[in-house]
């Protein structure tokens, strides 16, 4: 450790959600004057360490102590009070206001009559946005600056309030390089002044640029703790990230070369900004699509799926040149099926039974004269595919909402399961499921493409995709960065896949 | 060109444009639009129409919608003409104790959506059928025919001109909105807790007492239309408030009120009961089915919302 004492401390913080152990036992110390780089996979814990330091999240075990002090945040406002500030990656402004206001309502939260005086607000907004190299209007609005000048506004908010701690979650995400290098020279004029900053960041360059320590999070514990930054190169970053291989025993290889293809993308280019996307999906094949979030994955499925448009390219089924105009086409015309990553809100209808949802697909197919559908029908149809993923439900007539994540996701994979689907886009399988389930689900997917079933499986989950995958598409910022044909080893396919996206992260900066 | 484009920008600069086309269409198809009678009648309407609108503007900046308005301004209504005929009130007594009411129902769904965290329609549906039925359990539906002769000359009685004494309540509740939304506080939280409740929260504003206090204002403004449509009809009328619900909606949307909160326009929704008053006044001047007006309503209510929609698509200050 260094002589200076540490402004905030975590020490063992535990955080569990219901049925999930978000965090266990992680610990964190910030010193003032410093630049604390938090890393770590999607998943790894990185989120809800923020959301505990900054009050959202209560910790379920450990301490956070604040100049020595024990703290403990009921809320976000408590935070803020006590020194501790954040600017989410999500916009927390008003855009319809000006920037003066923004930065100080805050201060007006006291009363409610008293008239604003806008020269006032503007005046005392001045010097904060002068510290912060902001030449503009404090009475502009919001919603006239660009991105990044919105985010130095959220900035200017926190250091109005006397931050002496200041996170920051993915600052860079939307900036271009320029604006990025004005950022990071106002961070080290900060850090110079004394505060404590967090960066929070995936890009790896930034990180090794600007930062002084920095703490790994992989799977909820530390993988390392506040280390100086010294000496600690890209690749020791990376392998911490991803550390451990894991899940990777259920993978076996498995030549599909001489199989036909399903699905096959040539210089796809979609309404939502999709480039060049070259994509072959082989009959038995489970080809894994890598990309971190936001590099617009799920776009491309719904896209495949006939949601947003395809504007170049073409698109094959079994060969043959296809349009896919609407979802209903993709499903029953050429037997496209997508499981969504957001089960609740567009995988399932929570709301009504197993048999029910399982039954959505095959209505059509099942039904009768005069439009008619029978329970029985849909039963027969769908009953042997809940068998065979051992859905455990008291009867078909339960209602979804009432299962636990790992029978829902089932239920999800049988619903096209029954829809005898011959492609099979599966998003993020294993959100919000625990490891049991998870293993189980990657041999079912495996399973299912031995049976001749082609499976595109999404996923920004190294390990999983290493577990499922026969070759693995790399994708970022709408664009396929290149394929790894997976041997299923971690420790050479990992850092092959972040190499593939930090690279193309390199050549912008 | 700018300078056209900027002022294209503002919610008031559209309405103002077709409120000055339709006074001058119909005109032209009409002598008697432009009449000191004609006009009065119209400043009447406007008068009441835009309490109207201000009390469901001001949930609509909140990002919710009171479906209880009319049933508010209805209960306020008669139990100011009610508290004068039967207990012998004096009038500014019966006045204030009406408004009184029109707050407490204000409150009572305002505390209700916070507590319970059901929507605001469903909330307000629900004291909507409350507060009729308090109205019609009062009135066995019969009206109270004691308005007191004070209250019946101020609903006749002219300022200037065809200018009357109703529109001054008006006129001054609509610069106090003003004023309110735009330099105080209370209004900007109002308008912060409608934009992004979370990040409200996030900046220390209380959401709770905020959309507390928006409800309560909506009653206020609610129960002071009911008084003035006492005074204009000269009657109690159980039915007042009944024909309310469109009429609200319509101008604040006409004035590019966003319905998902955060930005209203009390000039532009002035502006847009000055057009729905005068589109009625045509029908009527062309001896055109006054059933017609719900139907014109609707539609105006459709292109205000599409209009809407367009200007919203168009990128402000983002080039990319």
Known sequence: ????????????????????????????????????????????????????????????????????????????????????????????????????????????????????????????????????????????????????????????????????????????????????????????????SGTSLVFVSHKLEEVQEICDRVTVLRDG???????????????????????????????RARDTTTHPEVLGLTNVSTALGHKDINLSVRKGEVVGLYGLVGAGRTELAKAIMGKFTITGGTVRINGTPVTITNVAAAIHHHGLGYISEDRKNEGLILQHSVLANVGVPIWRKLTRQFSTLFDRDIRTAALP????????????????????????????????????????????????????TKAYLHELLRDLADQGTAILVISSDMPEIIALADRIKVMDDYRIMGEIINTGVYDDIAPAIMNLIHDSVAPAA | ???????????????????????????????????????????????????????????IAIGQMNLSVGAIGGLAAISFVGMIEVWGLPTPIAVIL?????????????????ITGISAFVITLATLSIYKGINMGITEAQPFYGVPDSVKAFGVALVLGPIPWLLVPTALVAVGLWFMLSRMPVGRFILAVGSNEHAAGLSGISVNATVIIAHALSGLLAGIAGVLVVARLQIGQPSIGDDWLILSFAAPVIGGAILAGGHVSVSATFLGVVIVAIITQALVLFNIDPFLVQVVLGGLILAAVGLNKLRARRPIGRGE
Request: charged share 15%.
């Open chain 2, 1 to 59: 060109m700018i300078q056209l484009s900027r002022l294209s920008r503002t919610d008031w600069f559209g309405p103002l444009l077709a409120t000055i086309l339709a006074i001058i269409t119909i005109r032209a198809f009409s002598e008697n639009f432009l009449s000191l009678f004609n006009i009065q009648i119209l400043l009447l309407a406007i008068a009441v129409n835009a309490l109207v609108a201000y009390s469901q503007m001001i949930i």
């Open chain 1, 1 to 192: 450790m260094t002589d200076s004492t540490p402004v905030f401390q975590a020490r063992g913080v535990e955080k569990a959600f219901p049925g999930v152990m978000a965090l266990s036992g992680v610990d964190i110390t910030l010193h003032p004057g410093s630049i604390h780089a938090l890393l770590g996979e999607n998943g790894a814990g990185k989120s809800t360490l923020i959301k505990m330091i900054t009050g959202v999240h209560q910790p379920t075990a450990g301490t956070l102590t604040l100049d020595g002090k024990q703290v403990s945040f009921a809320s976000p406002r408590d935070a803020t009070v006590s020194g501790v500030g954040v600017v989410h990656q999500e916009r927390n402004l008003f855009p319809r206001f000006s920037v003066a206001e923004n930065i100080h309502l805050e201060q007006l939260a006291g009363a409610y009559l008293k008239p604003i005086n806008y020269r006032a607000l503007n005046d005392a907004a001045r010097p904060w946005l002068k510290a912060l190299d902001l030449d503009i209007d404090p009475s502009t609005l919001v919603s006239e600056l660009s991105v990044a000048r919105m985010q130095l506004v959220e900035i200017a908010k926190a250091l109005s309030l006397q931050s002496r701690v200041l996170l920051l979650d993915e600052p860079t995400a939307s900036l271009t390089s320029s604006e990025t290098d004005r950022l990071f020279t106002i961070l080290r004029r900060l850090r110079d």
């Open chain 2, 98 to 114: 009406a408004l009184t009411i029109g707050v407490g129902c204000g409150v009572i769904n305002g505390v209700l959506i916070r």
């Open chain 1, 221 to 251: 514990a530390n993988a390392c703790d506040s280390q100086p930054m010294e000496g600690v190169g890209r690749q020791d970053l990376v392998r911490m990230m991803i550390g451990r291989a894991e899940g990777t025993a259920s993978w």
């Open chain 1, 385 to 436: 595919y809940l068998q065979k993923l051992e859905v455990k439900t008291p009867s078909l007539s339960q209602t979804v909402a009432n299962l636990s994540g790992g029978n829902q996701q089932k239920i999800s994979v049988a619903k096209w399961l029954a829809a005898s689907v011959q492609f099979l886009i599966v998003d993020e399988p294993s959100v919000g499921i625990d490891i049991k």
